[in-house]
């Protein structure tokens, strides 16, 4: 099967998306120069990577991406054309003609904005929308997400499929060399993206305070691009328990964080699912996540970690606590995520599934969703 990958973002799902598929299809990915530039080491040598100049939104230079896109399309003849974001508004001028090539799958990673997202929302919603709406399948990464994209975005759910995140490897292998952390007492706790409002970064801060000495020797690293951690000092209990690491953060650097912490926190205020989870279950990191989008239902499935209430401190810190105070209880939960991050979303696996709900696409043949014309019109 020829799988032609439009990725516009993001890159590590990208890249775990089309390592997954390179065992058992032949896949041309076309990708953003400025953005994956440097990163071909992480891919199969059998995907064929395509770098192209995408310029910024705002700039005509995209006219000629466009071009140089279906140029390609006609070329490639792929069977099947999978973006992998609906993030890109000027994909929505080609959809059509996309169209009349192959059968034209999109990944919807976030069904509508998370609060706080400066970066997603520069752009425009429509153009989200619209390439939901526009595309003859849309695909997503946990049961609940399928509903909401079905009625959001006005698709049978019939044409809203599930299929898993699949695990990002690339951090733990860039680790593979490192020594063992030193034994250690106490607890070193990860926050790691980006720090938006979404992310609850006040609700951890207000858990540590609530911890006092339960946790005697405590350590909490925050490390991401967005909202400064810093500003939120006022709601710390011990500021000198707190290691911040304020913007872009290297890959190098990024394996060795995921590396030396015990346990991974993302006590999301609202979420869909997540990327640091799937890196963190490779390092066999224990989680503590909170009852949001998919990660409560994909934690507790996958045995990798303890889940909260959202917007509950006090719930947060017993959860660390207990983490602290079993040592047996983590070392179960770190085999769990061990054993789900090699087994169900391993990216091979997940790049199985993936080929066989193609595969059922294209027996279906070019059948129009009925809903699509009236959306397709008027994207509101």
Not at 42 to 52: F, G, I, K, S, T
């Amino acid at each position: 099967m020829r799988v032609l990958l439009i990725a516009p973002g993001p890159v590590d799902h990208t890249i775990a998306c089309a390592n997954g598929l390179a065992a058992h299809a032949q896949v041309t990915l076309i990708a953003p120069a400025r953005l994956y530039r440097g990163l071909e080491r992480w891919l199969d040598p059998a995907v064929d990577l395509r770098l192209m100049d995408w310029p910024r939104t705002r700039s005509m230079r995209n006219i000629a991406l466009l071009a140089r896109m279906m140029r390609l399309v006609r070329r490639a003849r792929p069977d099947v054309i999978h973006v992998l974001s609906n993030t890109t508004v000027w994909l929505n001028a080609i959809a059509p003609f996309l169209r009349r090539h192959a059968a034209l799958i999109t990944t919807v990673h976030d069904v509508t904005p998370h609060p706080g997202d400066r970066e997603t929302l520069q752009l425009p919603d429509w153009g989200a929308r619209l390439m939901a709406r526009q595309s003859d399948d849309l695909l997503v990464h946990g049961a609940g997400l399928r509903a909401a994209a079905a009625a959001r975005f006005g698709k049978s759910p019939a044409r809203v499929h599930v299929v898993p995140h699949p695990t990002i490897t690339r951090y733990a292998e860039a680790a593979h060399d490192l020594p063992a952390p030193p034994p250690r007492p106490g607890l070193k706790v990860l926050l790691f993206g980006r720090m938006f409002a979404y992310k609850g970064v006040d609700d951890l801060l207000r858990a540590e305070a609530l911890l006092g000495d339960r946790i005697p020797v405590l350590q909490l690293v925050l490390a991401g691009r967005g909202d400064d951690p810093n500003d939120l000092r006022h709601l710390m209990g011990d500021p000198a328990r707190y290691v911040i690491h304020h913007g872009f953060i290297p890959d190098e650097q990024a394996s060795r964080l995921f590396h030396d912490c015990d346990v991974v926190v993302l006590p999301y205020a609202e979420a869909s699912q997540s990327g640091v989870l799937m890196v963190a279950a490779t390092f066999a990191k224990p989680v503590v996540v909170t009852d949001v989008g998919e990660l409560g239902g994909t934690v507790r499935a996958a045995g990798a970690g303890l889940v909260v209430p959202p917007r509950d401190p006090a719930a947060l810190a017993d959860a660390l606590a207990l983490l602290h105070d079993d040592p047996a209880l983590r070392q179960r939960l770190a085999q769990g995520a061990a054993a789900w991050a090699d087994g169900p979303v391993r990216p091979d696996r997940v790049g199985a599934q993936m080929v066989q709900l193609y595969d059922r696409i294209r027996q279906r043949g070019h059948v129009p969703d009925r809903r699509d014309a009236r959306h397709i019109r008027r994207p509101d």
